[in-house]
């Protein structure tokens, strides 16, 4: 070979050895477990720096690197899902909302968790039993729980005194004509974030259990049930009552707690432990308190026969170890880090979510009893079916609100504008549900 081919093919070997080196573990052998999780746009600078601060944990422990990802949404967790399972290759551990653990659980791209793999994040008795109810079919779970977000009402105290107000009321009507009293002199009695549609069918969700109807049961979809309609009507009659602040329509949770935070309305809806935060720096702060939301639905005094008194959704995020991960050993770890007391007191510290693990949750809301609704609401909660399909369906019931935005910015939407839409949502749930594992 003469000496100019010789260095041409030498440079190639090396420029691959590089490539190859930085696919690899690195030059020095160090792994890197890559771990996505979802974006916190309420705390973005704090996310950043836990980032850091458990990366260090983690190399302290383990000596190999975390790599952390975000996605935005259900359907930006879906797709990179769907991707890495076709590559089979992506993220270590994936970070997922609980509802989304039936559809990552239909994949079958994730480990099936063993009593070693359970012991190895410290046995089933480290988490609180209510975060467990959407871990998988009892025996063949996938999910292991990492944070609890029960969703609450906060109530403006000083407002509710002067309208002589003890405390939000227990069933939808009641609560509707609280926030019909409230309402007056710049401020709304019920704000609730209309343009966040993640937010709009969990409401919904709850109404339709508080009247019987589960949505999903087996391969039955009930979409199109009255039941469905009355509880779309409850959401939206906020708006056309003028109880909520039109610009609801456009807002997400952010805005709307924003204007809570500012004295602009005397309740909100859907909110979580995350507030608390933005709360107590805000000019409402020492003046308001969270409650359970009503329990009874609309139309009824109690909660009728078949009816769900049911709090929130079973809400929080869970932890999901990929199938195809060469790093299962580390991706353990990392479980198991981000789950240990400590840890999860300081994630409470940071962001104010209440804890999975059942040591750290006692010793964080111990003689706070400001934060005893939120603890109510976890116990009061129901989990989502777990079925395959539940994110399609999930969709699709924010799709309803989505559409009827723009009726609802111009003031109110009618029972068969609601009809229409739940019509066409049944028809692609029903579809996306019977072809579900």
Same mark, same amino acid.
């Given at each position: 070979?003469?000496?100019?081919?010789?260095?041409?093919?030498?440079?190639?070997?090396?420029?691959?050895?590089?490539?190859?080196?930085?696919?690899?573990?690195?030059?020095?052998?160090?792994?890197?477990?890559?771990?996505?999780?979802?974006?916190?746009?309420?705390?973005?600078?704090?996310?950043?720096?836990?980032?850091?601060?458990?990366?260090?944990?983690?190399?302290?422990?383990?000596?190999?690197?975390?790599?952390?990802?975000?996605?935005?949404?259900?359907?930006?967790?879906?797709?990179?899902?769907?991707?890495?399972?076709?590559?089979?290759?992506?993220?270590?551990?994936?970070?997922?909302?609980?509802?989304?653990?039936?559809?990552?659980?239909?994949?079958?791209?994730?480990?099936?968790?063993?009593?070693?793999?359970?012991?190895?994040?410290? +046995? !089933?008795?480290?988490?609180?039993?209510? /975060?467990? %109810? #959407? @871990?998988?079919?009892?025996?063949?779970?996938? $999910? &292991?729980?990492?944070?609890?977000?029960?969703?609450?009402?906060?109530?403006?105290?000083?407002?509710?005194?002067?309208?002589?107000?003890?405390?939000?009321?227990?069933?939808?009507?009641?609560?509707?004509?609280?926030?019909?009293?409230?309402?007056?002199?710049?401020?709304?009695?019920?704000?609730?974030?209309?343009?966040?549609?993640?937010?709009?069918?969990?409401?919904?969700?709850?109404?339709?259990?508080?009247?019987?109807?589960?949505?999903?049961?087996?391969?039955?979809?009930?979409?199109?049930?009255?039941?469905?309609?009355?509880?779309?009507?409850?959401?939206?009659?906020?708006?056309?009552?003028?109880?909520?602040?039109?610009?609801?329509?456009?807002?997400?949770?952010?805005?709307?707690?924003?204007?809570?935070?500012? +004295? !602009?309305?005397?309740?909100?809806?859907? /909110?979580? %432990? #995350? @507030?608390?935060?933005?709360?107590?720096?805000? $000019? &409402?702060?020492?003046?308001?308190?969270?409650?359970?939301?009503?329990?009874?639905?609309?139309?009824?005094?109690?909660?009728?026969?078949?009816?769900?008194?049911?709090?929130?959704?079973?809400?929080?995020?869970?932890?999901?170890?990929?199938?195809?991960?060469?790093?299962?050993?580390?991706?353990?770890?990392?479980?198991?880090?981000?789950?240990?007391?400590?840890?999860?007191?300081?994630?409470?510290?940071?962001?104010?979510?209440?804890?999975?693990?059942?040591?750290?949750?006692?010793?964080?809301?111990?003689?706070?009893?400001?934060?005893?609704?939120?603890?109510?609401?976890?116990?009061?909660?129901?989990?989502?079916?777990?079925?395959?399909?539940?994110?399609?369906?999930?969709?699709?019931?924010?799709?309803?609100?989505?559409?009827?935005?723009?009726?609802?910015?111009?003031?109110?939407?009618?029972?068969?504008?609601?009809?229409?839409?739940?019509?066409?949502?049944?028809?692609?749930?029903?579809?996306?549900?019977?072809?579900?594992?």
């Amino acid at each position: 070979m003469g000496r100019h081919r010789f260095r041409w093919w030498a440079a190639l070997v090396l420029a691959a050895v590089a490539v190859l080196s930085a696919c690899g573990p690195g030059r020095s052998g160090t792994r890197t477990l890559q771990v996505i999780v979802s974006v916190n746009g309420s705390y973005p600078t704090q996310q950043k720096q836990w980032f850091a601060y458990i990366a260090q944990k983690f190399k302290q422990r383990t000596g190999a690197d975390l790599a952390f990802d975000t996605f935005s949404s259900t359907s930006d967790v879906l797709t990179r899902m769907q991707t890495s399972v076709i590559s089979n290759q992506g993220p270590d551990v994936f970070e997922i909302g609980t509802t989304f653990t039936p559809t990552a659980f239909s994949t079958g791209a994730f480990t099936t968790l063993t009593d070693q793999d359970w012991a190895k994040v410290g +046995g !089933k008795q480290r988490f609180r039993p209510a /975060t467990l %109810g #959407l @871990s998988g079919p009892a025996g063949r779970e996938i $999910a &292991v729980p990492e944070t609890s977000l029960p969703y609450v009402l906060v109530y403006n105290k000083e407002l509710f005194a002067k309208a002589g107000i003890d405390h939000p009321a227990d069933s939808w009507d009641g609560l509707m004509a609280q926030a019909r009293q409230l309402t007056g002199n710049g401020v709304y009695g019920l704000d609730v974030a209309y343009g966040d549609t993640g937010d709009t069918w969990k409401l919904v969700r709850n109404m339709t259990l508080q009247l019987g109807n589960p949505l999903v049961q087996g391969k039955t979809v009930t979409l199109d049930d009255p039941r469905t309609l009355a509880a779309y009507r409850m959401l939206y009659s906020l708006r056309s009552a003028g109880v909520a602040d039109p610009a609801t329509v456009g807002w997400n949770n952010s805005q709307t707690l924003a204007a809570f935070a500012a +004295g !602009k309305a005397a309740m909100m809806l859907g /909110t979580s %432990g #995350l @507030s608390q935060h933005t709360l107590d720096s805000s $000019a &409402v702060a020492g003046k308001y308190a969270y409650a359970v939301m009503p329990t009874i639905p609309p139309g009824h005094t109690t909660v009728p026969a078949g009816g769900v008194p049911t709090t929130s959704i079973l809400s929080g995020n869970n932890l999901v170890v990929a199938d195809y991960s060469l790093n299962q050993d580390l991706a353990f770890d990392y479980v198991d880090l981000v789950t240990s007391e400590a840890e999860q007191e300081h994630l409470f510290d940071v962001f104010g979510v209440l804890p999975a693990n059942a040591a750290a949750a006692a010793k964080a809301t111990g003689g706070r009893a400001d934060l005893a609704p939120i603890m109510a609401s976890g116990q009061g909660s129901v989990g989502t079916p777990f079925n395959g399909a539940w994110a399609d369906v999930q969709l699709q019931l924010s799709n309803v609100t989505v559409q009827l935005i723009p009726q609802l910015a111009r003031g109110g939407v009618s029972d068969a504008q609601i009809t229409e839409q739940l019509q066409a949502a049944q028809k692609i749930a029903a579809d996306a549900v019977a072809r579900a594992r």
